[in-house]
């Protein structure tokens, strides 16, 4: 697949990699010179799949060893319709629900409900629809069981109306039925909270006794809405209820406080339970990996298996990616190990992608699309993985190749896909495909995703678009944090400074609060405006909302100081800083630099070194720009060869070219001329991994 013999991906190639039958836009491109064998080759094979009918499913099909329909017994019939549910495939299911009618054939209640089921699954309403028709012509329509399993069904669709039409028909609703109601609008998700606490106060209005099934979708519904006033007054409700004793109401509770960023409580929930089991685990876990706690995640999973307790697929999927995140390559190895072991899970594909991403993140792609190659059960989430992996590992031709790689496997890109895709084009400066990625996500009706949206705005910016940009964010109808940071990111990409400012401040006369990532892009901008008296007003905001214990927060909050020539502010806040990690030591470091102060920050980058913080790229690419702008050759060629020797970090060209320039200022050319020649190999090295890669 990866073979495929292109030097420079065309355009061409790329319309056609979407669906065969999407036109875009006629272009200034000509297509005189595509007129090659291989796009013929890839024309014709896309034409071939255009005009190729979807086989159709019939009777026969329903039973591969070709027995007569007619001839099987009902219990057989059942099994065959509940295999194909299992397998989520409810529509076949259907052809063999009409024979069944045709033939006056009845079904019985436990075959319908797996099949309601399947549909959820499977977001089929429309079938779920049929299906419903289905136990209206058996006669079943009155079964409570059903009725409770369709108004799950119904309000997980986000088809209130219908829920409600099927409930209020309920001659005797007791706490099964509200659970069914309560259950469809938390698996709906979105802004279906306000739902589920109408139902949730008519029952205590009515005096359902609920009960730990209730409660536990309640506090699920008040986990995705990060509705902490109401969380805490349900738990003093479940106190009072005796209900507290629960497991399966704890973890609910768990990961509601970790979701609402109450790490402390969720802890004491936890540590009240005497008997754990890995669902609670499990909970604690991706807690802790959702609020970046990563080692913390990892320490508890140790302890769940030294109490001996083996992780669940779930577990793994939380964990992979704490793992890729540590660049803890050996333990993730350990992981993929018991993953071999276990067969089961081998054949999951969301822990298949969990995997490929892991690698990636570690650096080691060669391991990754091993993994990804050796899965069976491939599908759009492994692609994406794996295209993410491209994107992280600089190999951000591959990544855009893999939209085609994965539609002649017959994957079709999604949303996730779509959002991957984006920062590439951004990063690469090709807004020609990100045109084309645009008009992909509007024909498939993948706008307004907020995800999307604020994508294809950085994408934009970055290609110097920035009316594009502007007019995205105009166009949206509902904004949130996400897409007002984007608008701003956007602006400073093209050194608006004081436009983002402008939209700084309409975003905090609008209902939506910056979040930590605005928080921190404003004092960035602050910085560079080196406008302090706004910048303490927004330091005044960190503090009120407790950002200041974000790591990025915090380094911003020190260079916007330092860039505002306060250096003082900048250092008294950094020893307010309880526990200083790389970030923030470099961010004083580049304080002390912008400050002028150039031998204090050498200085300090030798202190961080002696504490045994081990600095990052960031780091060395920071204190070697002092270097360069004080003079300091002797301090310049030591910092460099720590970085390539003692930490093993791989330099790039920039750095190089940094030294270079510094050595030939300062007279010392045969240095300078050994470090071109090394930067030469380095150049024919990346020349050499991206002719294979490729």
């Given at each position: 697949?990866?073979?495929?013999?292109?030097?420079?991906?065309?355009?061409?190639?790329?319309?056609?990699?979407?669906?065969?039958?999407?036109?875009?836009?006629?272009?200034?491109?000509?297509?005189?010179?595509?007129?090659?064998?291989?796009?013929?080759?890839?024309?014709?094979?896309?034409?071939?799949?255009?005009?190729?009918?979807?086989?159709?499913?019939?009777?026969?099909?329903?039973?591969?060893?070709?027995?007569?329909?007619?001839?099987?017994?009902?219990?057989?019939?059942?099994?065959?319709?509940?295999?194909?549910?299992?397998?989520?495939?409810?529509?076949?299911?259907?052809?063999?629900?009409?024979?069944?009618?045709?033939?006056?054939?009845?079904?019985?209640?436990?075959?319908?409900?797996?099949?309601?089921?399947?549909?959820?699954?499977?977001?089929?309403?429309?079938?779920?629809?049929?299906?419903?028709?289905?136990?209206?012509?058996?006669?079943?329509?009155?079964?409570?069981?059903?009725?409770?399993?369709?108004?799950?069904?119904?309000?997980?669709?986000?088809?209130?109306?219908?829920?409600?039409?099927?409930?209020?028909?309920?001659?005797?609703?007791?706490?099964?039925?509200?659970?069914?109601?309560?259950?469809?609008?938390?698996?709906?998700?979105?802004?279906?909270?306000?739902?589920?606490?109408?139902?949730?106060?008519?029952?205590?209005?009515?005096?359902?006794?609920?009960?730990?099934?209730?409660?536990?979708?309640?506090?699920?519904?008040?986990?995705?809405?990060?509705?902490?006033?109401?969380?805490?007054?349900?738990?003093?409700?479940?106190?009072?209820?005796?209900?507290?004793?629960?497991?399966?109401?704890?973890?609910?509770?768990?990961?509601?406080?970790?979701?609402?960023?109450?790490i402390k409580l969720a802890r004491l929930v936890f540590e009240e339970v005497g008997e754990r089991d890995v669902v609670l685990w499990g909970a604690m876990i991706a807690g802790f990996a959702h609020n970046r706690l990563r080692k913390e995640a990892l320490q508890h999973l140790r302890i769940m298996v030294e109490e001996g307790l083996m992780p669940n697929s779930v577990i793994l999927t939380s964990v992979l990616p704490v793992i890729g995140e540590l660049s803890a390559r050996k333990l993730g190895q350990e992981a993929h190990a018991y993953v071999v072991k276990t067969k089961s899970y081998l054949r999951q594909a969301f822990v298949q992608s969990a995997l490929i991403d892991m690698y990636c993140k570690c650096g080691d792609m060669e391991m990754g699309r091993r993994v990804f190659y050796s899965s069976v059960e491939r599908n759009a989430i492994c692609w994406t993985a794996l295209m993410s992996g491209y994107a992280a590992n600089g190999?951000?031709?591959?990544?855009?190749?893999?939209?085609?790689?994965?539609?002649?496997?017959?994957?079709?890109?999604?949303?996730?896909?779509?959002?991957?895709?984006?920062?590439?084009?951004?990063?690469?400066?090709?807004?020609?495909?990100?045109?084309?990625?645009?008009?992909?996500?509007?024909?498939?009706?993948?706008?307004?995703?907020?995800?999307?949206?604020?994508?294809?705005?950085?994408?934009?910016?970055?290609?110097?678009?920035?009316?594009?940009?502007?007019?995205?964010?105009?166009?949206?109808?509902?904004?949130?944090?996400?897409?007002?940071?984007?608008?701003?990111?956007?602006?400073?990409?093209?050194?608006?400074?004081?436009?983002?400012?402008?939209?700084?401040?309409?975003?905090?006369?609008?209902?939506?609060?910056?979040?930590?990532?605005?928080?921190?892009?404003?004092?960035?901008?602050?910085?560079?405006?080196?406008?302090?008296?706004?910048?303490?007003?927004?330091?005044?905001?960190?503090?009120?909302?407790?950002?200041?214990?974000?790591?990025?927060?915090?380094?911003?909050?020190?260079?916007?100081?330092?860039?505002?020539?306060?250096?003082?502010?900048?250092?008294?806040?950094?020893?307010?800083?309880?526990?200083?990690?790389?970030?923030?030591?470099?961010?004083?470091?580049?304080?002390?630099?912008?400050?002028?102060?150039?031998?204090?920050?050498?200085?300090?980058?030798?202190?961080?070194?002696?504490?045994?913080?081990?600095?990052?790229?960031?780091?060395?690419?920071?204190?070697?720009?002092?270097?360069?702008?004080?003079?300091?050759?002797?301090?310049?060629?030591?910092?460099?060869?720590?970085?390539?020797?003692?930490?093993?970090?791989?330099?790039?060209?920039?750095?190089?070219?940094?030294?270079?320039?510094?050595?030939?200022?300062?007279?010392?050319?045969?240095?300078?001329?050994?470090?071109?020649?090394?930067?030469?190999?380095?150049?024919?090295?990346?020349?050499?991994?991206?002719?294979?890669?490729?």
């Amino acid at each position: 697949m990866e073979g495929l013999s292109v030097t420079s991906p065309s355009l061409f190639l790329q319309i056609h990699s979407f669906p065969p039958n999407f036109h875009f836009p006629a272009t200034a491109t000509s297509y005189d010179n595509l007129n090659t064998p291989h796009h013929r080759a890839f024309n014709l094979h896309a034409l071939s799949r255009r005009h190729r009918k979807p086989p159709s499913f019939e009777e026969r099909d329903a039973f591969p060893e070709s027995l007569p329909l007619h001839t099987k017994n009902p219990r057989a019939v059942y099994k065959d319709i509940q295999r194909f549910a299992a397998q989520n495939k409810p529509n076949e299911a259907l052809t063999i629900l009409h024979y069944l009618d045709q033939q006056g054939i009845p079904v019985n209640a436990t075959t319908f409900s797996h099949l309601i089921t399947a549909c959820v699954r499977t977001r089929s309403l429309d079938t779920g629809k049929k299906i419903h028709k289905y136990i209206w012509i058996n006669g079943l329509e009155s079964s409570e069981f059903l009725r409770q399993k369709l108004v799950n069904m119904y309000t997980s669709f986000g088809a209130v109306d219908d829920a409600h039409h099927l409930f209020d028909q309920m001659p005797g609703k007791n706490v099964y039925t509200w659970n069914a109601l309560l259950r469809g609008t938390v698996v709906a998700g979105g802004k279906r909270y306000r739902d589920v606490l109408e139902t949730y106060s008519e029952m205590r209005e009515l005096g359902v006794e609920m009960n730990v099934y209730s409660f536990s979708n309640v506090i699920k519904s008040f986990a995705g809405a990060s509705a902490l006033s109401q969380g805490l007054k349900t738990h003093a409700l479940l106190v009072k209820n005796g209900l507290i004793g629960s497991v399966i109401v704890r973890t609910s509770l768990v990961d509601m406080y970790f979701k609402c960023g109450k790490i402390k409580l969720a802890r004491l929930v936890f540590e009240e339970v005497g008997e754990r089991d890995v669902v609670l685990w499990g909970a604690m876990i991706a807690g802790f990996a959702h609020n970046r706690l990563r080692k913390e995640a990892l320490q508890h999973l140790r302890i769940m298996v030294e109490e001996g307790l083996m992780p669940n697929s779930v577990i793994l999927t939380s964990v992979l990616p704490v793992i890729g995140e540590l660049s803890a390559r050996k333990l993730g190895q350990e992981a993929h190990a018991y993953v071999v072991k276990t067969k089961s899970y081998l054949r999951q594909a969301f822990v298949q992608s969990a995997l490929i991403d892991m690698y990636c993140k570690c650096g080691d792609m060669e391991m990754g699309r091993r993994v990804f190659y050796s899965s069976v059960e491939r599908n759009a989430i492994c692609w994406t993985a794996l295209m993410s992996g491209y994107a992280a590992n600089g190999r951000l031709e591959q990544a855009l190749r893999s939209v085609i790689w994965m539609q002649q496997e017959g994957f079709k890109p999604d949303v996730v896909t779509v959002a991957t895709a984006l920062p590439v084009c951004a990063e690469l400066k090709d807004l020609k495909r990100g045109k084309e990625i645009h008009a992909y996500a509007v024909k498939n009706c993948f706008l307004p995703n907020v995800s999307i949206v604020s994508s294809l705005m950085v994408m934009y910016s970055k290609c110097g678009v920035l009316d594009y940009s502007i007019r995205l964010f105009d166009g949206m109808e509902q904004r949130n944090v996400i897409t007002w940071t984007a608008m701003i990111d956007s602006l400073v990409e093209n050194g608006c400074l004081d436009g983002a400012l402008g939209v700084i401040r309409s975003m905090l006369l609008s209902k939506h609060r910056p979040d930590s990532v605005s928080m921190s892009r404003m004092l960035a901008i602050c910085g560079g405006l080196k406008n302090l008296k706004l910048g303490k007003e927004i330091h005044a905001q960190v503090l009120k909302k407790n950002f200041d214990s974000v790591p990025f927060v915090s380094a911003e909050l020190v260079k916007m100081y330092g860039r505002c020539a306060a250096i003082d502010h900048a250092k008294s806040f950094f020893d307010t800083i309880p526990v200083k990690g790389s970030m923030t030591r470099t961010a004083i470091i580049e304080a002390y630099g912008y400050a002028g102060m150039y031998q204090e920050a050498i200085t300090l980058f030798d202190q961080m070194r002696s504490k045994d913080l081990t600095p990052n790229n960031f780091t060395f690419q920071v204190v070697l720009s002092i270097c360069d702008r004080a003079g300091f050759v002797d301090d310049a060629c030591r910092i460099f060869h720590l970085m390539s020797r003692r930490y093993k970090i791989r330099v790039t060209q920039e750095q190089y070219s940094l030294l270079i320039g510094l050595l030939t200022r300062s007279g010392r050319v045969e240095e300078a001329q050994r470090f071109i020649q090394m930067s030469s190999s380095l150049c024919w090295l990346k020349k050499t991994k991206g002719y294979h890669g490729s």
